[in-house]
């Protein structure tokens, strides 16, 4: 009997297949409480390694005999060290999480969510470990990619694997809970990088302005993508309807609750805006359209097929920030809100342009939960 190893790639799909987990949580009991693995089918324990390095004789009993167990730690190296004792304990189906949580939090899972009018496709990324969405919109030959975060390869794999040429790349806003890969995108394919103006009067980089005036010509056509205005999350929000079909929402509309307006310090000013946007410029729209946001928040809102998405109707009936009576609103998304994410100055300023963090350092200012809804 050996240890042995689990990537993340093989982990995001046991737990998007709903498959049956056991996941032994070796980090301090704070970090764990903050942001652990979520899934439908997991069970998981923290036991902090400190409270192990003498050995695992005190919790033999809470662990399965029968099933695998998943140990997991920041890096991976704690996860080993305790991985093997349970080894030498006698436990026979043992892995360690290869690079930890801080590998989890970076990786992307592609998820098709659908066709288009004039046969392309549109696959939905999801961050599994962070709560991040992006977008990947194919048509012809040609690729527009929402929404990306920090680590762009997935989504250049992507487009090899299809003969696809990325065109575009769009940022529905200025982010404040992960870093931006826009810039990264457009410096490694060519693409023209797309990004709010009122978002972006603090910038330090060129970018073409995302507004209504402004179409997104793809795959010989100003008609298949469709720029709608939307602030309230950032004075910039922007929305971006595509095929008439599917509503990307950026941070503006989650599916179980509504984006925070309060992560540029402005949220009295900007309550109003999300009030706005949410209860006249969508209420406007087609109860058909598919929403699809850039964040979850909870692994409850991905369905059987390990995506997040609903229809603009539903979401009108079932979500709680779509039910707030107008004069309750600005106190209910100004006041008691959940923490900020964590670093969202730094990671602003980043996304600015301002800040040139390492690749480590960016990895370590994004570690933890998505805190961009206001429950």
Not at 193 to 216: C, Q, R, S
Request: proline share 4%; charged share 25%; net charge negative.
């Amino acid at each position: 009997m050996s240890l042995s190893e689990m990537t993340v790639e093989q982990l995001a799909k046991k737990v998007l297949g709903n498959e049956r987990l056991f996941i032994l949580d070796v980090r301090n009991e704070d970090v764990f409480n903050d942001w652990k693995i979520e899934g439908k089918s997991i069970e998981i324990v923290n036991k902090p390694y400190f409270d192990l390095i003498e050995g695992v004789e005190g919790i033999v009993d809470e662990l399965p005999q029968s099933e695998a167990i998943v140990v997991v730690c920041a890096k991976e190296n704690s996860s080993k060290f305790v991985g093997d004792m349970l080894v030498e304990a006698g436990f026979e189906d043992v892995f360690f999480l290869k690079g930890g949580m801080k590998t989890w939090s970076d990786h992307l899972e592609p998820v098709k969510i659908g066709d288009l009018s004039d046969g392309g496709s549109i696959y939905q990324f999801v961050r599994i470990g962070k709560g991040c969405l992006s977008y990947a919109i194919e048509s012809g030959n040609e690729a527009v990619i929402i929404d990306p975060v920090r680590t762009i390869e997935p989504f250049i794999r992507f487009a090899e694997e299809r003969g696809l040429t990325i065109k575009h790349v769009v940022d529905t806003h200025l982010h404040a809970d992960h870093i931006s890969g826009g810039r990264a995108m457009r410096e490694e394919t060519g693409a023209t990088y797309w990004l709010p103006p009122k978002d972006a009067e603090e910038v330090v980089f060129d970018y073409h302005e995302l507004t209504e005036d402004h179409p997104i010509h793809f795959n010989g056509s100003d008609s298949l993508i469709r720029v709608v205005y939307s602030p309230g999350h950032t004075i910039g929000s922007t929305s971006i309807v595509v095929d008439n079909k599917y509503l990307l929402t950026g941070d503006i509309l989650f599916v179980q609750s509504i984006g925070r307006p309060d992560l540029a310090g402005k949220a009295g000013d900007w309550a109003g805006y999300l009030w706005d946007t949410l209860y006249r410029r969508y209420r406007e729209m087609s109860e058909d359209l598919i929403v699809l946001p850039a964040h979850f928040g909870d692994y409850s809102e991905l369905n059987d097929e390990g995506s997040v998405q609903e229809k603009l109707g539903v979401l009108f009936k079932e979500n709680t920030g779509l039910q707030i009576k107008e004069e309750q609103f600005n106190a209910k998304v100004s006041e008691n809100l959940p923490p900020q994410p964590n670093e969202f100055k730094a990671i602003r300023e980043t996304n600015m342009g301002k800040q040139k963090p390492t690749q480590e350092e960016q990895q370590e200012m994004e570690i933890g939960p998505n805190r961009c809804a206001i429950n």
